[in-house]
């Protein structure tokens, strides 16, 4: 039992922080057709992959999707206040969730044309 009291002490609150933590949702509308490069790395950062094939840049993005401010702050809420009304013992539940449900891996490859505007999108990988 005082096991059990030690876990729930040192694990309270880490799904409220988990929750507050998890990554931010990019606006994948900026993948289409006519988009700078410019504007495709401001909000994906770097590519992980640059690369000319045949006279035309080729790159690939990889991110995790995340949530809005909104649904973080919300999530971060109600696992504070479940973990408040059970005395912490939401913990046990709040902080696997939070690590099972922490975005989505995916990957982009982008080709320009000759003025660095994106002419051709294909995923290529979604989790």
Not at 30 to 41: D, Q, W, Y
Not at 69 to 84: E, V
Request: proline share 2%.
């Amino acid at each position: 039992m005082l096991l059990l009291i030690a876990l729930i002490s040192t694990m309270s609150a880490c799904s409220v922080f988990m929750a507050a933590k998890q990554p931010e949702k990019k606006d994948l509308s900026l993948l289409k057709e006519g988009v700078s490069r410019a504007v495709l790395i401001s909000e994906f950062g770097a590519p992980v992959v640059s690369e000319y094939k045949d006279g035309k840049r080729y790159e690939i993005f990889k991110f995790v999707q995340g949530y809005s401010t909104g649904a973080k702050a919300g999530r971060a809420f109600l696992h504070g206040a479940a973990s408040i009304a059970t005395l912490g013992l939401w913990e046990l539940f709040g902080t696997p969730t939070e690590i099972t449900f922490n975005g989505d891996e995916m990957a982009f490859q982008v080709s320009y044309n000759e003025n660095d505007t994106v002419d051709e999108i294909a995923m290529i990988k979604k989790e």
